[in-house]
């Protein structure tokens, strides 16, 4: 069983920065496709930033841009860099993980964290 935890999360001004990191344990993710999804209060769980096991990125378009997905196998990490932080990307932000491919389902995947919470002021 994988187990993954978040950290980084807080709060930011509008236009700041926050770095995201989801650590695993239990297996090594390295032939895992890992993503980062958000929710806000009162609306469905939605995919922000996936990476496959190859190190191919993909992101959502609100996103792109603004945020870099990054692995380290090594460190069996994935880290999520947030620049240019708007108002609405205030959310909780969940760390997932699939064999091999990412999608933007929620579904999909097997292994998620509990979460750690981003709020970005006006």
């Known amino acids: 069983q994988m187990q993954l935890v978040e950290s980084g999360g807080g709060l930011v001004q509008a236009g700041g920065s926050l770095r995201l990191s989801c650590v695993a344990s239990?297996?090594?993710?390295?032939?895992?496709?890992m993503a980062w999804f958000r929710q806000a209060p009162e609306k469905e769980r939605e995919f922000v930033a996936g990476?496959?096991?190859?190190?191919?990125?993909t992101y959502s378009d609100s996103v792109k841009g603004r945020f870099t997905i990054a692995r380290d196998n090594v460190g069996n990490t994935l880290n999520l860099f947030m620049n240019s932080l708007k108002p609405e990307d205030t959310a909780v932000y969940y760390c997932?993980?699939?064999?091999?491919?990412?999608?933007?389902?929620?579904?999909?995947?097997?292994?998620w964290g509990q979460g750690t919470q981003v709020t970005v002021s006006s």
């Open positions: 997932a993980a699939q064999w091999q491919i990412i999608t933007t389902t929620p579904q999909t995947y097997q292994y």
């Open positions: 239990g297996v090594p993710v390295s032939r895992y496709g």
């Open positions: 990476i496959t096991w190859l190190e191919a990125p």
